[in-house]
């Protein structure tokens, strides 16, 4: 299986647009690529997903490399409720796995 | 109404008992996961179900079994818990497969064994 790796950490002040990448270089053809995000004690809910192109929805912004082997979530402005930690995830084609990386623990500061 | 619900929420034991956790989804998805969360925040996939059928059985030792009475659940039974079992257990569940899908977990279980 393909996987992701993540910085460990990230900080950010609010209202202002946070960039978190993924490396995924082991990544293949048919790999959707994933975000979600924890905030504390609760279940990883969804962000984003992304074959190749770019995409956009109201949490977020995903980037894709060209060559797909690296990805960013942006979030164009963020607020103290994102402070959580955002994993970066594959899930290939044709199968039911969702293989979570290790994550980037996002903090967010007033 | 909860997409993805988990009892019990906390679990207690003592090494060497016999637990269950349920799992059920009002999604009407066809496939469901457990994950395991160690300490470290690292989520670990388990198992899938795809309409009942297992489909993944992620290098876990026989102890964990997952049953699956309908679409809806997806339980867990833990034999002979040990410490090492100690963990947040999720579980959660997608409408297809194919990659797009986006999986709804529940809120977990945390499990301490002592």
């Known amino acids: 299986d393909a996987k992701t790796t993540q910085p460990n950490s990230m900080e950010s002040n609010e209202e202002e647009p946070v960039h978190l990448p993924c490396n995924h270089s082991?990544?293949?053809?048919?790999?959707?690529i994933h975000w979600y995000r924890q905030l504390p004690s609760q279940g990883p809910e969804y962000v984003i997903h992304?074959?190749?192109s770019n995409v956009n929805n109201r949490m977020a912004s995903l980037a894709i490399a060209e060559d797909r082997k690296s990805s960013t979530l942006i979030l164009h402005r963020a607020t103290l409720r994102d402070a959580a930690v955002y994993y970066c995830?594959?899930?290939?084609?044709?199968?039911?796995?969702?293989?979570f990386g290790t994550g980037t623990r996002l903090q967010v500061f007033p | 109404d909860t997409a993805v619900s988990q009892t019990p929420k906390y679990l207690v034991t003592q090494m060497g008992n016999d637990k269950s956790i349920k799992c059920e989804q009002n999604?009407?998805?066809?496939?469901m996961y457990w994950y395991k969360q160690d300490s470290k925040k690292f989520l670990k996939i388990m198992f899938s179900?795809?309409?009942?059928?297992?489909?993944i059985n992620e290098t876990v030792p026989n102890r964990f079994s997952p049953k699956s009475p309908d679409k809806a659940h997806l339980n867990l039974h833990i034999n002979s818990l040990e410490l090492g079992d100690s963990a947040v257990y999720f579980c959660?569940?997608?409408?297809?497969?194919?990659?797009?899908?986006?999986?709804?977990f529940g809120q977990g279980t945390r499990l301490t064994v002592v």
């Open positions: 959660a569940s997608r409408s297809f497969t194919g990659g797009e899908a986006e999986a709804f």
């Open positions: 082991t990544i293949s053809g048919t790999d959707y």
């Open positions: 992304g074959l190749t």
């Open positions: 995830t594959l899930s290939p084609y044709g199968t039911d796995k969702l293989i």
């Open positions: 999604l009407g998805h066809d496939t």
């Open positions: 179900y795809n309409n009942k059928e297992l489909i």
